[in-house]
Structure formats: C-alpha cells, structure tokens
C-alpha cells in the first residue's frame, strides 16, 4: 500500500465529505429545500426600500424584499419572501411598517399583536406603514397643540363642558331609566368597546392636564419673580386647567358609569351611539381647549425669564 | 559537438548534457518513457524499466536517484533511458566525461553484449581515445 | 537632456520587461489550460505527480496549518468581539468575523503560507531544472514537461489552497460559533441565519474562485520564473528571488481586486 496515496486519498475525502456537509448546510440555511412564501405590501411610497432590505420580527430577520413594482392605480407593490418555516408569524392582523431608523438600513417591521390569530395565506396582500421618524415628529408636535389649543377652548366658553357633562348625565339617565334599559336588547360588544376607547382618551387627556398643572405651578412659584401681570394670568391659566381637568374627572366618572350600564344591558343600540359621539365631541372640545392655551401662552416658547 | 547537435530526431543520445532527472529514481526516469510515449499504464512501465535494468544487470540501483548513484550506474540509467525510446540509432556521446571511474570501452561493450537490441550503436569520442578502443 | 532620454529609455525598458513577463504568463496558462482539454493528459504519470503535488503542498502541513489557522482565528475572533461589546455592536460581531476571517483573512494568509512553502521550493526546483538541462532532456525523450512538471503543479497548487483555505474557514466558523454562544446549540439558529446572510451564491462563487486564482498565482508565477532562468547556476537565487517578488504583487493584487469587486 502506497502510505503517500493513503494520506492524500484520506485528506481529500475528508475535504470533499465537509465541503458536501457545508454545502448542505448552506443550503438548509438559504432555505433551499423550503418552499418560499411571498407576501406583497401595498405602499404610497418606496422611499427607502430596495430588494434586499429586510423583514424583521421582534428584530430577527425573517424575510426579505425581492422586487419591486407599479400596479394599475400608480401604487407601489413591494414584493417579499419568506421561508416557510417563517411565515408562521405572519398572521391576518399584522401590521407591517417601514422602518427607517436616522442610523442604519432600512427595513420592515412586522408586528403580530396576536399569534393566535389565523396565519396569512401565500401571495396575499397587506398595507405598509410608514413611521419615519423624523417625518413623526412634526406631526407629534402639531397634535400636542391641537390638544391644548381645545382645552383652552373649552374653558374659555365657561360652562360648555358642564352642559356636555349634563348632556351625558341625561343620555344616561335615559339608559338607566325606562328607555334604555327596558328596551335593551342584547347588543354587540364592539358598542361597549367604542365607549371604552372614548374613555382611554379622555383619560390620556387628564394625563396631559395633569402635566401640564404642574408646569404651570412650576413658573407660577418660581424663586425668581416674573412680572406681576404675568404671574397673575398664569394663576388664571392654572384655575382653569384645574377647572378643565375636574370637569373631564367627572366626564370620566360618568363614562365610567356609562361602560359599567352599557355592560350591564349589553345593549345601548342609539343611545350608547348616541352617549359616544357626545363624549367623542366633549374630548374634542377639550383638545381644542388645550391648544388654545398654547397659543396664548406667554412663556410657551421661552419659559425661563432672566432679569437683570 | 556540431555534429551531435545535428542528429536527427530518430536517434537516442546518451550524453552528459541530458541529464536524468534528479528527484526521480533512477526506474522512475525509465519508466517515464512508456507512461509518455507509449501511454502504458505505471504498473506496466515499471515492469518494462525493471526488466531492461536486469537486462544490464544493474536491477539493484532501481530505487536510487540520481545523486545516489556512482557515474557507471548513472550512465546505465541513461542507457535503459535510450534504449526503451526504440529509436534505430543510440548515439553515446563523449563516454569518458560520463564514465570516468571504469575503463569504459569495455564497460559499453558488456553493456551491448547484454542489451542483445537490434539497431546500430555509435560513439563519439575524442580522437585521442580511439586506442583505448583498441584493446 | 542625455540623462531624461536615459531615464526615459530605462522606464520603457523596465515596462516591456513587465510585459514581457505578463505575456509570458499568460501564453503559459493557455498552453496548460488547452492541454488540460487533451484526453491524452490525463494520464496515470500525471495524476500521480498531482497527487504528490497536492501531498507536499496541502497535506504533509495540514496539522501545522490547521494549528496556526486556529490560533489565528482565535485571537481575531476575541478582538472582535471585545471590541463590539465595547461599542455596542454585538448583533454584527458574528457577521464582522464571518466576513473578515472566512471571505478575507485566511484565504490570504492560506495564499502567503503555501507561497512561501511549495511556491519558493517550486521556483527553485524549476530554475535548478532548467540550469541542470533536465528539461532538455525530457525533452530530448518527448516527455512533454507542460504535462509531466508543470501541469499537475498548477493543477495541485489550485486544489491545495481551496481546499486549506475552505478548511480554515471552516476551522474559524466553529471557532466563532463557540466564541460567540459557548458549548451549546442554542445559538444554532441564529448562527445559521447568520451564515444564509452571509453566503449568497455570488459570495461563495467569489470566495472560490479568489482561492483558485491564489493558487493559481502561487504556482504558474514561480514556474514561468523558473523556466526564465538563464543556464547559470548562480542565476537560481535571482530567479527565486524575482518569483516571490511577483507572488506577492499577484497576491495583493488578486485580494485588493476581490475586495473592490464586492464593496464598491
């Protein structure tokens, strides 16, 4: 036996037995013996993405985008893979946004809130998001005016959100009373849940009050005096967040109430309709209260005041 | 030397200035030959170099190389080198510069004695060793 | 005026010495790839010198390779990793060695090693052929040289270097998985998207054949340098000496072009 041909005929099995190892390995990897899944993402536009740009879930990459193109209406479709053993994460209910972080590529987000929820079917069609951040942050800023410039508003024209409040109170006394619950019905839970959702907002707004009180407070008894006219206005400026804010505490009592009845009854039909567009509108108001305020606001732009 | 040079295709020189090659041993420089030439597998070529080194009567020095070897089993390397071409001419060429430790005329002489090959064997050699030619 | 016309002829001197050599080589790789197609090259004599080839080259290392390449990756593989941890980056430490050990670092070093090892011992056996006559003598019998010397070391030269340099990198992708996750499996999936990331067809075919063009330069240079070598013995060590030196441009050269290719 020739010991030299023995040792080269060793070494060249051995490499070409982990050269095939790898190459299956790889090819496990790419997803070679796995059917692909596509999903298209329908967008307004493709600023920013380019075949190759990724798909994460829970920021593991999952998929990525492979073309692409125009459909019939001038829209973008953007076409993307997965293997198959990723797809499970794709459900009916996931939301898909486009991720353009100020450092780093591009990429798509995928977000599941359910996973229970039934899984997408291949080639199906989802909208795609945008959140750029630095596109959100302007429209952040205009919303929180908005907010303010209501609860201005609606301390402005005293009383309004205590003849909101009494319009609640007769909406749901007219639930609790004769109308509404010996006509209820059982109803759809998706009412409850609209109620619901008015209360989390008003509730955000008592949020944003109460911060805003506390700033207030902050100037008013600074160290370093302000002019007396001034000091005198933001006290009144308190009074009424203050006022604005117990108004929209009892709004929510009421609401509250109100979940607890339509609960209850199961049913609001008209009323409950009804009880939400008015809260909807109360909340409304409020907002346009606050950004009222932020408008009149002397120290909004320039809080600190040096004196000489 | 011009006349050397000169020599047609058909010949097989033994000469100083075509050396064996020196990584190889001295069967494997002959056995090249049919592997190239007369594309014989290895095992066939080895047998056919082993045979004609017998022939010579040097089947020892098979598996020496070049360096190993003294000049008179070099020059036998050579020889079965030129014989297994089976070309009809075998020119050897200035003998003395390859077998300076043997008296060569008659080493040659033994050598062709035991080749028993057909064809013609020539040496060229400087005029003043043509008596040792003679003896 | 004399001595810008003398400066003048000496660069285009050395320029047509350059092409010269590059023509060389090249009419050289021709002639041994169009003999590659020839059946009657592939013979029992040539493949067993290519055996022998690949025997000195890539196996009678092997242990000393693998040991350096395992050193090698280690301390490359921890540099990196401290660094990122440092900076924050550990989610790209994986990709980062992948990429500079596996595409970059050690097929290079795989190139140098087996340059300076068989590509110097080849420069040198082929000028001491040529100084000696051996070759005229091959030739002399008609045992054409290209297929007997020369082919099977190219052809030994290429295989040695991929396959060393896929098996260092195979080395160092082990060595980085236990690096990065320890003695587990659990980081078996993420490492293997890692790797799908990482390996596309372009790469891989990349990778391959910057490791076959390596090769090839470690041997088909220090062969058509050999074959240059004028009948002086003397001339031998020159003749090394310029091989190498064109070795290493070719090594540089190969590496810079591949790294070019797959980032600009």
Same mark, same amino acid.
């Given at each position: 036996?020739?010991k030299l041909?023995f040792k080269?005929?060793l070494?060249?099995?051995a490499?070409l037995?982990?050269?095939?190892v790898?190459i299956?390995?790889?090819?496990?990897?790419?997803?070679f013996?796995?059917?692909t899944?596509?999903?298209q993402l329908a967008?307004?536009?493709?600023?920013?993405v380019?075949?190759?740009?990724?798909?994460?879930?829970s920021?593991?990459?999952?998929g990525?985008?492979?073309?692409?193109?125009?459909?019939e209406?001038?829209?973008?479709?953007i076409?993307?893979e997965f293997?198959?053993?990723?797809a499970?994460?794709?459900?009916?209910?996931?939301?898909f946004?486009?991720d353009?972080?100020?450092?780093?590529g591009?990429?798509i987000?995928v977000?599941s809130p359910?996973l229970?929820?039934?899984?997408l079917?291949?080639n199906a069609?989802?909208l795609?998001?945008?959140?750029?951040?630095?596109?959100?942050?302007?429209?952040?800023v205009?919303?929180v005016?908005?907010?303010?410039?209501?609860?201005?508003?609606?301390?402005r024209?005293?009383g309004?959100i205590?003849?909101?409040?009494?319009?609640?109170?007769?909406v749901?006394g007219r639930?609790?009373?004769?109308?509404g619950?010996?006509?209820?019905?059982l109803?759809?839970?998706?009412?409850?849940r609209?109620?619901t959702?008015?209360?989390?907002k &008003?509730?955000?707004?008592?949020a944003k009050?109460?911060?805003m009180t506390?700033?207030?407070?902050?100037?008013?008894?600074?160290q370093?005096?302000?002019?007396?006219? &001034?000091k005198?206005?933001?006290a009144?400026v308190?009074?009424?967040l203050?006022?604005?804010q117990?108004?929209?505490?009892?709004?929510?009592?009421?609401?509250?109430?109100?979940?607890?009845?339509?609960?209850n009854?199961?049913d609001? &039909?008209q009323d409950?309709?009804?009880?939400r567009?008015?809260?909807?509108?109360a909340?409304?108001k409020?907002n346009?209260?606050?950004?009222?305020?932020n408008?009149?606001?002397?120290?909004?732009?320039?809080p600190?005041v040096?004196?000489p | 030397m @011009?006349?050397v040079d000169?020599?047609?295709?058909d010949?097989?020189?033994? @000469?100083?200035?075509?050396?064996?090659r020196?990584?190889l041993? @001295?069967?494997d420089?002959?056995?090249?030959?049919p592997?190239?030439?007369?594309?014989?597998?290895?095992a066939?070529?080895?047998?056919q170099a082993?045979?004609?080194?017998?022939?010579?009567?040097?089947?020892?020095?098979?598996l020496?190389r070049d360096?190993?070897m003294?000049?008179?089993?070099?020059?036998?390397?050579?020889?079965?080198r030129?014989?297994?071409?089976?070309r009809?001419?075998?020119?050897?060429?200035r003998?003395?510069?390859?077998?300076y430790?043997?008296?060569y005329?008659s080493?040659i002489?033994q050598?062709?004695v035991?080749?028993?090959?057909?064809?013609?064997?020539?040496?060229?050699d400087?005029?003043?060793?043509?008596a040792?030619?003679q003896? | 005026m004399?001595?810008?016309?003398?400066?003048?002829?000496?660069?285009?001197a050395k320029?047509v010495g350059w092409?010269?050599?590059? /023509?060389g080589?090249f009419?050289?790789l021709?002639k041994?790839?169009l003999?590659?197609?020839?059946?009657?090259?592939?013979?029992?004599?040539?493949? *067993?010198?290519v055996?022998?080839q690949? /025997?000195?080259?890539?196996?009678?290392?092997? %242990?000393?390779?693998?040991?350096?390449a395992l050193?090698?990756?280690?301390?490359?593989i921890?540099i990196?990793?401290?660094?990122a941890?440092d900076?924050g980056?550990?989610?790209?430490?994986?990709?980062m060695?992948i990429r500079v050990?596996v595409?970059?670092?050690?097929?290079?070093?795989?190139?140098l090693?087996?340059?300076?090892?068989?590509g110097s011992?080849?420069?040198?056996?082929?000028?001491?052929?040529?100084?000696?006559n051996e070759? *005229?003598?091959?030739? %002399?019998?008609?045992?054409p040289?290209m297929?007997f010397e020369?082919l099977?070391r190219?052809?030994g030269g290429v295989v040695s270097v991929?396959?060393?340099a896929g098996l260092a990198?195979?080395?160092?992708?082990l060595?980085?998985y236990?690096?990065?996750?320890g003695?587990n499996?659990?980081g078996?999936?993420?490492?293997t998207?890692?790797?799908?990331?990482?390996? *596309?067809f372009r790469i891989m075919?990349?990778?391959?054949?910057k490791?076959?063009?390596f090769?090839?330069?470690?041997t088909?240079i220090?062969?058509?340098?050999?074959?240059e070598?004028?009948?002086k013995?003397?001339?031998v060590?020159?003749?090394?000496?310029?091989?190498m030196?064109r070795v290493?441009?070719?090594?540089?050269?190969?590496?810079?072009v591949s790294l070019?290719?797959?980032y600009?």
């Open positions: 036996m020739n041909h080269v005929g070494f060249a099995a490499s037995v982990l050269a095939a790898f299956v390995y790889l090819l496990h990897a790419r997803g013996f796995e059917k899944f596509h999903l967008a307004a536009s493709a600023d920013g380019a075949p190759g740009v990724p798909v994460v879930f920021g593991i990459e999952i990525r985008v492979t073309t692409l193109g125009l459909n209406n001038g829209g973008i479709i076409h993307t293997l198959s053993r990723n499970k994460w794709l459900k009916e209910n996931s939301s946004t486009l353009k972080p100020i450092v780093g591009a990429k987000r977000d359910d229970r929820a039934p899984a079917p291949d069609t989802m795609l998001l945008t959140s750029d951040i630095s596109k959100e942050i302007p429209a952040l205009e919303r005016k908005a907010i303010l410039a209501n609860v201005e508003y609606l301390t024209k005293d309004e205590n003849a909101t409040l009494a319009n609640v109170k007769t749901t639930m609790t009373g004769e109308y619950v010996l006509e209820g019905v109803g759809s839970p998706e009412k409850a609209a109620v959702d008015s209360l989390d &008003t509730r955000a707004l008592i009050l109460d911060a506390a700033k207030t407070d902050q100037w008013l008894f600074a370093d005096g302000m002019a007396e006219q &001034t005198a206005s933001l009144q308190r009074l009424m203050n006022d604005a117990s108004s929209l505490k009892k709004a929510d009592a009421v609401m509250a109430n109100a979940v607890e009845i339509s609960a009854v199961k609001g &039909t409950i309709a009804k009880l567009a008015e809260i909807d509108d909340v409304r409020a346009g209260l606050i950004n009222e305020i408008k009149k606001w002397p120290f909004a732009r320039e600190e040096k004196l | @011009a006349a000169a020599l047609p295709d010949v097989a020189r033994v @000469a100083l200035d075509l050396p064996l020196a990584n041993s @001295a069967l420089n002959i056995a090249l030959i592997i190239y030439r007369g594309h014989f597998n290895v066939e070529s080895n047998c082993l045979q004609l080194l017998e022939q010579l009567g040097h089947a020892g020095i098979a020496l360096p190993d003294t000049p008179a089993q070099r020059f036998v390397t050579k020889l079965a030129a014989l297994i071409l089976k009809p001419r075998l020119v050897i060429d003998p003395g510069a390859m077998l430790d043997v008296p005329p080493f002489r050598l062709a035991q080749a028993e090959m057909t064809g013609t064997w020539e040496i060229f400087f005029s003043w060793n043509q040792l030619y003896a | 004399n001595f810008l016309a003398a400066s003048i002829e000496s660069l285009g320029v092409f010269t050599v590059g /023509y080589m009419a050289f021709a041994a790839g003999l590659l197609l020839e059946p009657a090259t592939w013979n029992r004599a040539t493949f *067993d010198v055996v022998k690949i /025997y000195f080259t890539a196996v009678q290392i092997l %242990h000393v390779f693998l040991g350096y050193v090698i990756s280690w301390l490359i921890t990196i990793l401290s660094t941890r900076f980056l550990t989610e790209f430490a994986s990709e060695t050990l595409l970059e670092l050690l097929p290079f070093l795989t190139a090693f087996v340059a300076l090892r068989s011992a080849i420069n040198t056996e082929v000028a001491l052929m040529q100084v000696n070759l *005229d003598a091959l030739a %002399h019998c008609k045992v040289p297929q020369f099977p190219l052809i991929v396959t060393l990198g195979l080395l160092a992708l060595m980085g236990l690096a990065i996750y003695m499996v659990a078996f999936e993420p490492y998207r890692t790797i799908a990331k990482i390996f *596309d075919a990349g990778l391959i054949a490791c076959a063009l090769g090839l330069a470690v088909l220090p062969v058509t340098a050999g074959l070598t004028p009948k013995l003397f001339m060590p020159v003749s090394v000496l310029r091989g030196m290493f441009f070719a090594i540089v050269a190969i590496e810079v070019a290719l797959k600009i």
